[in-house]
């Protein structure tokens, strides 16, 4: 048996967390991601402790993504001069399932939300994004509590 919440994004830690796959699907906006820290605060922690999971399935309800970023940066070379500058680039709607496609085995620097929107900062390799849906509800599903290591 698994565990299931519904509207309880605040009883966890997304920071660090991997991501294994995101996409679109029937109105939803779904994550899987990988060591998610479960808060002692969650309603399904009975411990008294910070735990973590993995393949947590993070699911926002009624999503509609309302931006798409990537974002800028500055590149500079070993002796600190400026080499390029990229400005923040907005991702087309026509393109947000194949940019979804590439977050995996990405991982997650921060989710927020603030009001009925959740804002996600994805870090890669040479490149980061930021994408904010704004959706009804959040679900999360996972399996297993593991120690948080």
Same mark, same amino acid.
């Given at each position: 048996?698994?565990? #299931?919440?519904?509207?309880? %994004?605040?009883? %966890?830690? %997304?920071?660090?967390?991997? @991501? ?14 990988? =060591? @998610? ?11 008294? #402790? +910070?735990? #973590?999971?993995?393949?947590? @399935? ?7 993504? +309302?931006? %798409?970023?990537? !974002? ?11 080499? +390029? ?6 991702? !087309?709607?026509?393109?947000? =399932? *194949?940019?979804?496609? +590439?977050?995996?085995? #990405? $991982? ?20 980061? $994004?930021?994408?904010? @849906? *704004? ?7 996972? !399996? ?6």
């Amino acid at each position: 048996m698994g565990y #299931r919440t519904v509207d309880e %994004f605040n009883g %966890f830690d %997304f920071k660090d967390a991997h @991501v294994t796959s995101m996409e679109r699907r029937n109105g939803h906006f779904i994550a899987v991601l990988d =060591d @998610v820290k479960i808060l002692p605060s969650n309603s399904c922690n009975r411990d008294i #402790r +910070e735990m #973590r999971t993995n393949e947590l @399935v993070l699911k926002l309800n009624d999503a509609v993504v +309302e931006e %798409f970023i990537l !974002e800028g940066c500055k590149i500079y070379d070993a002796d600190g001069v400026l080499q +390029e500058e990229r400005e923040d680039t907005t991702v !087309e709607s026509s393109e947000y =399932d *194949k940019t979804l496609k +590439e977050m995996e085995d #990405r $991982y997650i620097y921060e989710i927020t939300k603030e009001n009925d929107i959740y804002t996600i900062y994805i870090d890669g390799d040479e490149d980061s $994004y930021m994408i904010k @849906v *704004k959706a009804s509800h959040d679900t999360q599903e996972w !399996e297993k509590f593991l120690s948080k290591e």
